[in-house]
């Protein structure tokens, strides 16, 4: 069962994704076949790239969002979907976090996506324009406003400053209230019931605390949207009992991990994190219950819940929900979790992921430029003019990942090489590490590019480029959505034919295709308006014996394009000038629809004639009231002989009907 | 002879003027919801999907093109979500709970066998579907066919229901092979006609039962079923892409209520090797399944894959009226074609003398039902009666055979139908019969089966 792997494969990838610190070439080429061939695990490796962007530090997120560029124009669907889903919060709340410089290279990358993937045949932009159309707008308008709120905001970047440095300045938040503030507060509920919902094995509670505990202290009433207000108010009071304010910020970046740069504290949208987090928490506790179900798969209550998690999740993805809903789908979930962590569980991956969520969330884009929040992204943009360089050393990070020897296996490298190529021309990328945001990496080698993720293969893998199917005839597996599959129905199929929706790949073969079917399409409109005049009437069913025979041709996948296509006598009469299509309309009269040729006395083969839009005896002619093969008649007339006396029609008739009926009869006996 | 087509004018007339300004609705259809809608006989409605993917019981249609509907119960479903604008009068409402993810799941297992049949030089699938009546086993397998061709499969479609008729006329038995998109707005599609076809024709294979209940006649069902059964099986050994694709068996939903219709599951299990049983909607109905299928095993040895489907909330009880109305549809269609196409049939006078007509033996059916097992018994009574024309036959149908008159009864019964007449005039004074052909040849060397379905009450002409 792949499912059960996609959690060790996301896991992976995930962790192969925090080594990358820099624009390594070699390495996003290297994510970008894992991510090709565990297409199965699409969904899996998606989250998990999102949840990267989101968690990882803002230097580490331009390459992050390298390889999700590259998976997208190297690989396609179904990550294109996966990906674009939520891709606005993704990339609007990275953008409100790096600096200028990187920014100018979200902005080329953007840029990219509206367009085609470069060299592809398929003419659709990379993302869908209703993805990139609303990150565009946020950025102009952001832009616009940056320049109006400079002036005013450039009073508090001390503070500002100040506050995102963990560092140096020990105590950057006060409980005083002051408006530079307004932007970059958490919405401390919301975040409080995240974290006790939060499934514990992937996140220790004390950490959390810990990180945390400041927040509430800065709670602020304004630049947070109301819906922040609906969540429940329970998490808020005991958590800030629990929670001593302030102190315990810096000892937990110093002990736990320090290689995640602490990031400046950042601003909340409620409703919408709390909507990613319901989103991610959904998908952790199915994560919980999926490996529950595959330890106990007679389990129905364990499956009932999973089915309701999955349904959940769908809806969550799928619509936009009211608050109040949220806030139920909210407690509903914590129940479920609490419930989960009640249970016993199997032990999990064998290593703890090294915990990125003990990163504040990063911001939602959304708070910032909503009502309320006017202008506090442009104070962030015109804050960011001096980028942030605070940071910890970070030496035990990369020390698990030594880089084994440089030639490893010889994977595949997707053809990344003319994207990079592009992104070189338009410096976008650059070669060496970026100098503009510093690489943390200085303990690691310098042929770093050389440095093959630890990312373990599966062994279930299916072959590249095939789509996974692990469908069942079992009601359990056939209730799994599995949107990946929708696409071997739509986009893996090729562009729509505009006039009947029917689908054709965009390779030599595809094409040659739809232009005979489009050739088809027009053939027929033209015949229909002639064939209206002329008067049609419905042909009689076949006769089973010649139905066994036939053979469905594809309807439009025909080879003849002669224009005598008129059936009937057209085509009789059209014989002589145009040799190459030498048919018969089979005779509506079944005496001589039964007849056989005269001169070999076999029957005439019987065809489905697009072209002729009716069944047609090919190679027969009519002379003189008989059918003739033209092969035949042409030999005899060759030898000299002049029409033999024909036997008569009725004897020959009856011969035929009596050869049918042995054949009947003969089916018949075997049936029995 | 040209008779003026009937059905076609009727719904031109009334919707060309009034409703241009009158009814267009725009829907938005978030992704995996359905837009169901109903459109009563002598209306239509027109539908054109703006923007998104569209599909109508598996089939997608196509951007920007209008599609027309008429007198049916169907539904629009979205994967990806779509904007739709519907111009015209009918029942509508959107839906969210759709069993669509388990039906497309089914289709992506069957995928899987039908790979694994072509690597092995195997049989495709044999998939019966079976469920009460209105439990949307038809569209299943519509939806299932469609799929299937969708991706490049020919599967072999089998109709046994005689109420309700696959590219024919109702009281037959049809096999179809599908390669070609589904017509969505005509039901299934078109059998051959003389002319052009904007969608591609299907050619079926048809048999006449002639009666609405199989249950009405076993002795003659099951019969013809094997020969059904037989000739698809022919058809799949020797066409390579339909045996890899395999068949998919659309069921009357009378057989899956009740005993004496289990026994016919039994039958069509065996008769087409069916290995996969999709039972739709009713627990009692796989239960019993189960219990008849578990241990059993198909002529190759295969055993029987069988799973519940949940019936689709989409599912409507379809009345008498409507179902004489769709039957009435199928019969117009047969003879004078649909609105994209007008189909002359022609008439002509056949006397008494020339005419073999064999009349389908009822009472027969109603003892044979009384006597379980008595195959045997029954058989000097025969299964037609040799009767000659009369009044009673007026405006009924008579199905030609693809046989001699001098056929034995067992061969006309097995024999594939040529076509259909309909009874226009009888005049028992002159002895003839005026006769309704789709073409204009001489059918009376044909022997004629009356039947008692599809029952017609009006007149076509």
Known sequence: MTTEFSDDVAEDYKRALEDLTMNSRYEISNLTVIARENTEHALAISEALKSHIKQTSPQKKLPAFYVLDSVIKNVGTPYTIFLSRGLYSTFMEAYALVDNSVRRKMDEMLKTWKEPVPGALDTRPVFPRDVTGPIENALIKARTSAIQAQQEHTRSQQQILGRGRPGPAPAPYRETPTPPNAYRQPPPPVQQGYNSNYPQQQYPPAINGQQYGQQPHIQQPYGLPPVS??????????????????????????????????????????????????????????????????????????????????????????????????????????????????????????????????????????????????????????????????????????????????????????????????????????????????????????????????FTPIPSRTPLGEIPNDVVLKTSSLKIPRPHLISSLYEKLGAPCTQCGRRFQSNEEGKKKKTAHMDWHFKVHQRMTEAEKRGQHRSWYVDELDWIKSREVEGDQNTNNGDNTNGSGVASSSIASKPKLQYLPVPDDPALASSTCPICTEKFEMKWLDEAQEFVWMDAKKIDQRIYHISCYDDVNKAGIKRGTPEPVLGKRKHEVDDNIAVRSKIKTESY | MNIPGLGQAAPAATFSAPTIQAAIAVHDLQANSEWRFEVAYGQSIEVKILSGTAEIFGTELAVNHTYTFRGTKSSIFTWHGCRIEVNGPCEEYMAEETPMVTYVNTHFALEKLRDDAIQNGGEGPRVLVVGPNNAGKTSLVKLLTAYATRMGRQPMVINTDSREALLSIPGTLTATPFASVIDVEQGWGSSPTSGPSPVPVKLPLCYYYGLASPEDNTKLYKPILTRLALAAASRLADDPVIKGTGMIIDTPGVISQGKGGYDLISHIVSEFAVNTILVLGSERLHS????????????????????????????????????????????????????????SPHTQQVNFDDATIYKIHEANAMLSSFL????????????????????????????????????????????????????AEVDEKKRRLKILAPLNTRITDRPMIWGSWPETTVSLI
């Open chain 1, 229 to 454: 207000r609906s969540f429940p108010c329970k998490f808020d009071y005991t958590n800030q009992e629990q929670r001593p304010p302030t102190q315990n910020y810096i000892p937990h970046n110093a002990s736990a991990g320090s290689w995640q740069q602490a990031p400046p504290q950042q601003g909340y949208s409620a409703h919408d994190n709390s909507i990613d987090e319901l989103n991610s928490d959904i998908a952790n506790l199915i994560t919980v219950f999926k490996t529950d179900f595959a330890l106990n798969p007679l389990d129905g209550n364990i499956q009932k819940r999973l089915k309701a998690l999955l349904d959940l999740q769908s809806i969550m993805q799928s619509q936009r929900l009211p608050p109040q809903q949220i806030a139920e789908i909210k407690t509903q979930v914590a129940k479920l979790s609490e419930a989960s962590k009640a249970t016993p569980k199997a032990p999990k991956s064998p290593t703890p992921i090294p915990v990125p969520a003990q990163l504040p969330q990063p911001n939602s884009l959304s708070s910032l430029l909503g009502p309320g929040g006017q202008g506090t992204l442009a104070a962030l943009l015109a804050k960011q003019t001096p980028p942030i360089q605070t940071r910890s050393p970070q030496p035990a990070h990369n020390q698990p990942f030594n880089p084994p020897p440089v030639s490893m296996v010889p994977t595949p490298v997707p053809d990344t090489g003319s994207l990079f190529q592009k992104l070189l021309a338009a410096g976008i990328l650059s070669a060496a590490p970026a100098t503009s945001t510093p690489t943390p990496n200085t303990l690691l080698p310098a042929n770093i590019s050389g440095y093959r993720p630890p």
């Open chain 2, 288 to 343: 019993e399944m189960q219990r008849r299928f578990s241990a059993y095993k198909t002529r190759s040895g295969e055993t029987i894959t069988l799973v519940k489907l949940d019936k689709s909330g989409g599912c409507v009880d379809r009345d008498d009226t409507f179902m004489q109305q769709m039957q009435e549809a199928a019969i117009r269609e047969y003879f004078f074609g649909d609105p994209k196409r007008t189909l």
């Open chain 2, 372 to 423: 379980p097992g008595g195959e045997e018994d029954n058989q000097q009574i025969g299964l037609y009666e040799n009767v000659e024309p009369s009044s009673m036959m007026l405006h009924c149908l008579l199905a030609v055979m693809y046989a001699s008159t001098r056929d034995s009864q067992e061969t006309v019964r097995d024999a594939s139908v040529m076509g259909f007449v309909y009874v």
